[in-house]
């Protein structure tokens, strides 16, 4: 059974920075991509950024392009988000997804797995 479970989120204030984690477990996750995604309230589920496991490429939405960073580590089957210079805009509960080798799928609907989520709050 496949198990995603998210830490690090918070709150801080406009500029700062926050360090989600996913644990990841369950299954190898060699063919995976990692995803994360944030949903505001009243809003869409949103893609953020998503990693191949396998080879580390990455991509991101452009709203959070040169400030945000995903990256894994295969040791603690662990995928990480580093959010910096964080606006008002980036409040949302963050998203830990996986889906088994999609590497186009920026829909929610393409992601098979899911974390429960943390609350990430940026304050001006």
């Known amino acids: 059974q496949v198990q995603l479970v998210e830490s690090g989120g918070g709150s801080v204030q406009t500029g700062g920075s926050l360090r989600l984690s996913c644990a990841a477990s369950?299954?190898?996750?060699?063919?995976?991509?990692m995803g994360w995604f944030r949903q505001a309230p009243g809003k869409e589920r949103e893609f953020v950024a998503r990693?191949?496991?396998?080879?580390?490429?990455?991509y991101y939405a452009d709203s959070v392009k040169g400030r945000f960073t995903i990256s894994r580590d295969n040791a603690k089957n662990t995928v990480y988000l580093q959010m910096n210079s964080l606006k008002p805009e980036d409040t949302a509960v963050y998203y830990c997804?996986?889906?088994?080798?999609?590497?186009?799928?920026?829909?929610?609907?393409?992601?098979?797995?899911w974390g429960q989520g943390t609350q990430v709050t940026v304050s001006s």
């Open positions: 997804a996986s889906n088994r080798g999609r590497v186009l799928a920026l829909r929610p609907q393409m992601y098979d797995y």
């Open positions: 369950g299954r190898s996750f060699s063919n995976y991509v």
């Open positions: 990693i191949i496991w396998s080879g580390g490429s990455t």
